[in-house]
Every structure is written in structure tokens, then in C-alpha cells.
């Protein structure tokens, strides 16, 4: 039997909404299924941020419900909150807080969360983030990656994994993470097919990294990678303001395009008091493979003035080297599949730079904490 969102909605219509005689479909508490193709199902249940600690016997129940379906794979699902009024629970407040309050979770052996963003698509942010992270894997310490880019997740390229997670233990919710060159990972790219568009609203997306930060067995770890969605949307505020991150890396080219969104970026993280550990600039040259002459395709040098004229640290240049794209595209990211070429060098210097501040005092406390606004 093929499983459709129609026969999903037919299951879960024998769910009894709470506080009433309606079932959880006419109630309006079912959004965003979605469908893979063998099977698997991911929807959210909408929750009144109040009584979000009480939705865990429905929320089970919707999974059974949706489990018992013949044929059915893997089945997610994400309590998402709806503030009164209409206004989701994923949208910023005016002002930003990033005090604890009495309902913040914490994430269990994570010492410190670093983000790793731009301030818009296709400046190598994804590619930076892997490869530092197995920079600190380098250094001897306990590394994890988080791809938070829902719409369009790169770490099963990156890393070369194409199998999903494993429950953690039987009887439970909480995923395994994979690994792979010693560094864990989770990612929704992990739990849907390549071709499977991510057509999510804000709500989902923001249950959809909650789960994979919280519900993931993470393990101890000295650093948590975050790879973050480019821009500066209301998911990257959101992740910003509920995450209390040791600091963030900003990724950017050398022209001024690219640098103007870079700026927005830290903008955007010095707004919710998160500290910069600094910015990188990706392909800032290209050395010919023929004739060892350096070119300088996107101008070279924009990012490190940047910088200095913003008051951050520049934390180095990445050059555009035909191997670090063969192996990314191959899933051997260059810092371990050639650990003496230049990138590679150059991410292993980063890494034991941004160590260092952490090690300095500028990261985090020692018991990171994802903060659930009232």
C-alpha cells in the first residue's frame, strides 16, 4: 500500500484533539506532512506554547497512529508552537533575550555550540563548516555538525553518508548520530531523499532542529558545529536567540556583493549578543594548476578589510583550489582526504584559532542551553 498524505490524514483523524469532541485534523492541529518515497513520514502538530508540556501523550499517539499504517517507514513528528493571535512561535521577539528561563532544555554533553554562517547562498559556507569541524577533530577533541540548512542540507554530500539514523535504543525517539573521519553528524538530508523538496513553513523548521538538537544522542562533545542556513531570516534569528552559541564564524567571497551580506550576517548576531569569533574569506584566489600563477577571480582581500573596518578578527583566507571541489564533490573533505594541500592548512589554522578564543574565555558556559521563550 502506497502511503499518501491523504492516508496520513485518515490516520491521524482517529486522533481525539485534546479539550474537545474534534479530532486532530478538523481541529487544525496537523501541518507540513510530508512523504518520502519509501515510506517515511515527518508532519508537525501544532501546539499553544502553555500547554507544550503536556502535547507528549498526543503527540505519541499521532505517531502510533501514523506508524500503523501498512507500509509505513520512519515516522517524525515535530510539536511546534503557535502564540495566540496567529503568530508562530518561531518569530523574534522585539527585543532579543538570551536569558535563561524556568523551561530552558538543555543539551546533554555539548560543552560548546559555534555557528557557521553568510549572509547569503553560495560562498562555500557548507564546505567551510565540514572542514573546520574535522579541523578540531585534528586538534583531538570530540566534534559534531549540525545541518541546519532544512531547505537545502549538504552534509550526505559532504561527508559521503547516504544511509539514515538508527534509534539510539528501542522504545525511544532519540536518533543515533552518524560519523564518519570521527566527527558526528545529523541532518535532515539523513532522514529524506536527495529529491525530496523541503516545501516547510517556519513552524516546522524550527521543531525539525529542535528535535535534531535535543533528540539526537550527541554525546559528550567539546564542539558542536551548527551549519546554519544562509541569510538572515527569521530561522537564523530564531536559532541565534534560542541557542546560547559560544560564538559564530562568518563566511564570505572577496567581492563586494557578497560582503554586503556578510555584514548583514554579523550584523544580525551582535544584535542577539552572540560574540564573532571572526570571518573567513572562501576563494580568495585560485593558483593554476599549470602554471602556478595566482589569480584573484573575485578580487582578493574584501573580507580581511572588512574586518578591520568592523572591529571583528579575520580569521583567514580559503583559496579556490580544483581539489578542494573534487573531494567535497566526492565526500572526502579535503582536511582528511589531503591534509597537506593549502586549504586544508588553512582550515586546520582556523580551527586552532577559534579553539583558542574558546579556551580564552569567549565561548559559552559548560552546559549550553536552548532557551523556549514564554
Not at 515527518?42 to 502553555?50: K, V
Not at 517524525?76 to 493571535?85: F, I, K, M, S, Y
Not at 512561535?89 to 555550540?113: E, F, N, Q
Amino acid at each position: 500500500m502506497a502511503i499518501t498524505k491523504e492516508t496520513v490524514l485518515q490516520a491521524l483523524s482517529r486522533v481525539h484533539a485534546p479539550d474537545g469532541p474534534e479530532n486532530i485534523v478538523t481541529r487544525g492541529l496537523v501541518s507540513e506532512i510530508l512523504v518520502s518515497a519509501n515510506g517515511d513520514v515527518i508532519f508537525a502538530l501544532t501546539a499553544d506554547p502553555a500547554r507544550a508540556a503536556h502535547m507528549e501523550p498526543l503527540r505519541k499517539a499521532a505517531e502510533a497512529a501514523v506508524k500503523a499504517i501498512p507500509g509505513a517507514g520512519k515516522v517524525t513528528v515535530a510539536l511546534t508552537a503557535e502564540r495566540a493571535g496567529g503568530h508562530s512561535h518561531s518569530h523574534a521577539p522585539a527585543a532579543p533575550k538570551r536569558t535563561a528561563g524556568p523551561r530552558a532544555i538543555g543539551v546533554p554533553g555539548v560543552k560548546h555550540i559555534i555557528a557557521v554562517a553568510s549572509g547569503k547562498g553560495g560562498v562555500g559556507k557548507s564546505t567551510v563548516a565540514v572542514n573546520l569541524a574535522l579541523g578540531f577533530v585534528k586538534l583531538g577533541l570530540k566534534v559534531g555538525i549540525l545541518d541546519a540548512d532544512i531547505y537545502g542540507p549538504s552534509m550526505p554530500k559532504l561527508l559521503g553518508i547516504n544511509r539514515r539514523p538508527e534509534l539510539a535504543a528501542p522504545n525511544t525517539k532519540t536518533l543515533k548520530p552518524l560519523e564518519r573521519h570521527g566527527l558526528k553528524a545529523m541532518s535532515m538530508g539523513f532522514m529524506v531523499d536527495e529529491d525530496t523538496p523541503m516545501v516547510w513553513r517556519g513552524p516546522m523548521v524550527m521543531g525539525a532542529l529542535t528535535q535534531m538538537l535535543r533528540e539526537v544522542a550527541w554525546g559528550d562533545l567539546d564542539i558542536l558545529v551548527v551549519d546554519m542556513p544562509p541569510g538572515t531570516g527569521d530561522v537564523q534569528l530564531t536559532i541565534s536567540q534560542q541557542t546560547p552559541l559560544a560564538g559564530a564564524v562568518v563566511v564570505s567571497t572577496p567581492q563586494d556583493l557578497a560582503l554586503a551580506d556578510a555584514r548583514k550576517g554579523l550584523a544580525m548576531f551582535r544584535k542577539v549578543e552572540v560574540p564573532i569569533f571572526g570571518i573567513i574569506e572562501n576563494m580568495s584566489y585560485f593558483i593554476c594548476g599549470k602554471c602556478d600563477e595566482r589569480h584573484e577571480i573575485f578580487g582578493h582581500g574584501g573580507a580581511k578589510a572588512e574586518a578591520k573596518r568592523l572591529g571583528v578578527p579575520f580569521l583567514g583566507e580559503i583559496p579556490l583550489e580544483a581539489a578542494l571541489r573534487k573531494h567535497s564533490d566526492e565526500g572526502e573533505p579535503i582536511v582528511v582526504s589531503a591534509p597537506d594541500s593549502t586549504s586544508a592548512k588553512a582550515f586546520c589554522a582556523i580551527a586552532a584559532q577559534v579553539w583558542g578564543e574558546i579556551e580564552a574565555g569567549a565561548g559559552a558556559p559548560a552546559a549550553p542551553r536552548i532557551i523556549i521563550e514564554d
